[in-house]
Protein backbone atom coordinates (compact mmCIF):
# COMPACT_ATOMS: atom_id res chain seq x y z
CA UNK A 1 0.00 0.00 0.00
CA UNK A 2 2.87 2.92 0.73
CA UNK A 3 3.99 2.28 -3.20
CA UNK A 4 0.83 2.76 -4.51
CA UNK A 5 -0.42 5.64 -2.04
CA UNK A 6 3.63 7.04 -2.97
CA UNK A 7 2.63 6.39 -6.90
CA UNK A 8 -0.51 7.35 -6.64
CA UNK A 9 -1.55 9.88 -3.88
CA UNK A 10 -4.08 9.31 -0.98
CA UNK A 11 -7.03 10.84 -2.88
CA UNK A 12 -6.51 9.19 -6.03
CA UNK A 13 -9.91 7.33 -6.55
CA UNK A 14 -7.93 4.05 -6.94
CA UNK A 15 -6.05 4.39 -3.61
CA UNK A 16 -9.48 5.06 -2.17
CA UNK A 17 -10.84 1.74 -3.71
CA UNK A 18 -8.39 -0.10 -2.55
CA UNK A 19 -8.04 1.03 1.03
CA UNK A 20 -11.59 0.83 1.21
CA UNK A 21 -11.32 -3.35 0.48
CA UNK A 22 -8.98 -3.69 2.97
CA UNK A 23 -11.48 -2.92 5.43
CA UNK A 24 -13.61 -6.02 5.70
CA UNK A 25 -10.25 -7.91 4.83
CA UNK A 26 -8.56 -6.90 8.04
CA UNK A 27 -12.31 -7.03 10.16
CA UNK A 28 -12.19 -10.91 8.73
CA UNK A 29 -9.11 -11.70 9.94
CA UNK A 30 -9.11 -10.14 13.12
CA UNK A 31 -6.48 -7.86 12.58
CA UNK A 32 -8.78 -4.92 13.20
CA UNK A 33 -11.61 -3.62 15.07
CA UNK A 34 -14.77 -2.42 14.35
CA UNK A 35 -13.43 1.01 15.64
CA UNK A 36 -10.45 0.79 13.72
CA UNK A 37 -12.23 0.02 10.82
CA UNK A 38 -15.25 2.76 10.92
CA UNK A 39 -12.19 5.09 11.18
CA UNK A 40 -10.61 4.36 8.15
CA UNK A 41 -13.97 4.12 6.47
CA UNK A 42 -14.90 7.45 7.76
CA UNK A 43 -11.78 8.50 6.06
CA UNK A 44 -12.01 7.46 3.17
CA UNK A 45 -15.71 8.81 2.44
CA UNK A 46 -14.62 11.85 3.87
CA UNK A 47 -12.09 12.07 0.83
CA UNK A 48 -14.58 10.90 -2.04
CA UNK A 49 -16.95 13.71 -0.84
CA UNK A 50 -14.11 16.18 -1.13
CA UNK A 51 -12.73 14.72 -4.41
CA UNK A 52 -15.73 13.70 -5.96
CA UNK A 53 -18.69 14.92 -4.18
CA UNK A 54 -21.68 13.11 -2.67
CA UNK A 55 -23.22 12.68 -5.92
CA UNK A 56 -20.78 10.31 -7.59
CA UNK A 57 -21.45 6.50 -7.53
CA UNK A 58 -18.30 5.70 -5.69
CA UNK A 59 -19.04 8.15 -2.88
CA UNK A 60 -22.23 6.46 -2.27
CA UNK A 61 -21.10 3.05 -2.44
CA UNK A 62 -18.44 4.24 0.25
CA UNK A 63 -20.74 6.02 2.48
CA UNK A 64 -22.60 2.96 2.66
CA UNK A 65 -19.65 0.88 3.45
CA UNK A 66 -19.77 2.10 7.32
CA UNK A 67 -23.40 0.68 8.07
CA UNK A 68 -23.19 -2.46 8.74
CA UNK A 69 -19.50 -1.38 10.93
CA UNK A 70 -21.68 1.03 12.55
CA UNK A 71 -24.52 -1.49 13.41
CA UNK A 72 -21.62 -4.04 15.04
CA UNK A 73 -20.76 -0.89 17.00
CA UNK A 74 -24.12 -1.14 18.80
CA UNK A 75 -24.19 2.63 16.77
CA UNK A 76 -27.81 1.40 15.38
CA UNK A 77 -29.28 5.16 14.98
CA UNK A 78 -25.92 5.92 13.40
CA UNK A 79 -26.14 2.79 10.99
CA UNK A 80 -30.20 4.03 9.79
CA UNK A 81 -29.72 7.38 9.44
CA UNK A 82 -26.22 6.87 7.68
CA UNK A 83 -28.41 4.13 5.39
CA UNK A 84 -31.19 6.66 4.76
CA UNK A 85 -29.12 9.34 3.30
CA UNK A 86 -27.44 7.18 1.39
CA UNK A 87 -30.69 5.97 -0.02
CA UNK A 88 -31.84 9.52 -0.41
CA UNK A 89 -29.24 10.63 -2.73
CA UNK A 90 -29.09 7.87 -4.52
CA UNK A 91 -32.95 8.46 -5.64
CA UNK A 92 -32.00 11.92 -5.89
CA UNK A 93 -28.91 11.06 -8.83
CA UNK A 94 -31.44 8.13 -9.88
CA UNK A 95 -34.43 9.95 -10.16
CA UNK A 96 -36.39 6.99 -9.02
Known amino acids: ??????????????????MGNLVPVYQDR??????????LE???MDVRKRTQGE????TLVTMGNPVSTLWNLGRLQEAEQLELKV????V????K
Open 30 to 39: GVWHEAEAEA
Open 55 to 58: EHAD
Open 87 to 90: MEVT
Open 92 to 95: KVRG
Open 1 to 18: MEGTVRLLGEEDPLYLTF
Open 42 to 44: SRV
